[in-house]
């Protein structure tokens, strides 16, 4: 652990602004400018933005060893849902519908259920989708029956090694908290997602926590984040065991299948890497095994796409492509078929279900590259607009002491995160100092320094 807390840099490079009409054109020039828009980039092509996070809350019953947030977090006030609204808004005029909205922090749950349940309602009524990202320790079978019947799309649960969760030491042994999520949301008509932070506590375990996921036909989304040296962490460099690749080698022995990383993109080469597979009984087999195939039917599509203004809808599209593109479609059944039969003896065993696993590489606070700053598929919404969440991870603090403001019918109103409510004056205070909080309030690298330094006095 370092002694002193981290220092994010000065001046970092912000994402590429929404100016015109064809909302997935800043993403694509930011990917043609760094030589990442090739045949099997999806971003800027058939979607405007992967994702944005909205924070509803910097606050959060974990203190976790990798944690981005930053050591002021947890002395910040939730914004008003005034402001969250605004973000919405925000976020909607930038990428338009489809995209999905992470309702996220800090942990969200903290938050009041009827928030979330608005927030879930004001996504639906904007037609984009809503995630909840969060830790699971307060998501009851109640809880995510009530936000699903909001309009709440999917569920995210994050849970690895790095939480230190007691009483578990392995990523296999937490396996019994992700049998437990998934009981809780299963049957809701959510979809479930599982997110793993890969670091050196963990690393050996991979190959097993993949195929444990590989085996639950109710998980439509795994995601492996490598670590980061950003926020209050009290871990801070990556050890050179973890690259993009030695977690793509372990997830594949895991899946016990080569997965085709590289087939398909999500933005940056260097900031994600995704598979799709088929599972079935204990099987996986990858979708996106023929690149030249995939590739084909990606140009079909673009083909097909009349309406650059929002996420793609793939469904009605195919009805199209098959009429423009018959023997084109005709291959793709095919190679659909071929890979559901390769499944073997896994299809007498279980439903056929359809993953997708992702790779995704944050960069270090120090360490950011223009490059990928300027393409990032990742948002985070501030008070001035969408921002990369690796920038918003390194300049965390900036952005929250920055003021909303809110225009309504008595005049302009402002906030930021030092304060509980809407301000009529735009001078708000600074956020607190950390160095004066008692204990209780640090998490990361600042608790740990003050504990080290009472234990030394
Ligand atoms: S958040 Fe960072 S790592 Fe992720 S896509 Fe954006 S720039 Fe890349």
Not at 241 to 269: K, N
Not at 373 to 394: D, E, I, K, R
Request: charged letters at 25%.
């Amino acid at each position: 652990m370092r002694d002193t807390v981290h220092s994010p840099p000065a001046i970092v490079p912000a994402g590429r602004k929404f100016t015109g009409s064809d909302r997935r054109a800043p993403l694509r020039e930011g990917l043609q400018s760094c030589g990442e828009y090739h045949a099997g980039q999806t971003a800027g092509r058939f979607y405007p933005i992967a994702c944005v996070a909205l924070e509803v809350t910097q606050r959060c019953n974990l203190d976790c060893t990798l944690c981005y947030l930053s050591d002021r977090a947890e002395m910040t006030y939730d914004p008003p849902l005034s402001v969250l609204f605004a973000r919405l808004k925000t976020i909607y005029s930038h990428y338009g519908t489809g995209v999905s909205v992470q309702l996220t922090g800090g942990d969200p749950t903290l938050r009041k259920v009827e928030d979330l349940e608005a927030l879930c309602r004001e996504i639906k009524r904007l037609g984009m989708r809503s995630c909840l990202m969060t830790n699971g320790i307060r998501t009851s079978r109640a809880f995510l029956t009530r936000l699903a019947a909001a309009g709440l799309d999917d569920v995210a649960f994050h849970v690895d090694m790095t939480q230190e969760r007691k009483g578990f030491t392995s990523e296999v042994e937490l396996n019994t908290v992700r049998r437990a999520y998934i009981r809780r949301a299963r049957g809701l008509g959510l979809r479930i997602l599982f997110n793993t932070t890969v670091f050196e506590g963990n690393f050996d375990d991979l190959p097993a926590l993949a195929r444990f996921l590989r085996d639950r036909p109710e998980v439509a989304f795994v995601s492996f984040q490598m670590q980061a040296d950003t926020g209050r962490g009290v871990l801070r460099e990556r050890p050179e065991m973890i690259t993009q690749d030695s977690v793509a080698r372990s997830i594949e022995a895991g899946y016990g299948a080569p997965l085709h990383f590289g087939t398909a993109a999500v933005g940056h080469s260097k900031c994600n890497s995704y598979a799709s597979v088929v599972t079935a009984g204990g099987r996986a087999v990858s979708l996106l095994s023929n690149q030249p195939l995939v590739h084909r039917v990606m140009a079909a599509l673009e083909g097909v796409d009349d309406n650059q203004d929002a996420h793609i809808r793939i469904r009605p599209k195919v009805g199209r492509m098959i009429q423009r593109h018959p023997l084109l479609a005709l291959r793709a059944l095919g190679h659909l078929g071929m890979s559901v039969a390769r499944l073997g003896t896994g299809l007498l065993r279980g439903p056929v279900r359809r993953q997708a696993v992702f790779i995704h590489n944050f960069m270090a606070a120090d360490q950011l590259e223009e490059d990928r700053c300027a393409s990032c598929v990742f948002m985070v919404a501030t008070a001035n607009g969408p921002l990369s969440m690796c920038v918003h991870n390194a300049q965390r603090d900036m952005h929250l002491a920055s003021p909303d403001r809110l225009d309504g019918p008595t005049g302009p109103s402002w906030w930021n995160a030092a304060v509980p409510r809407l301000s009529n004056g735009p001078d708000l205070p600074e956020l607190s100092d950390p160095a004066l909080a008692p204990m209780k309030r640090l998490k990361g690298q600042m608790r740990a320094l003050r504990q080290a330094r009472k234990d030394a006095s």
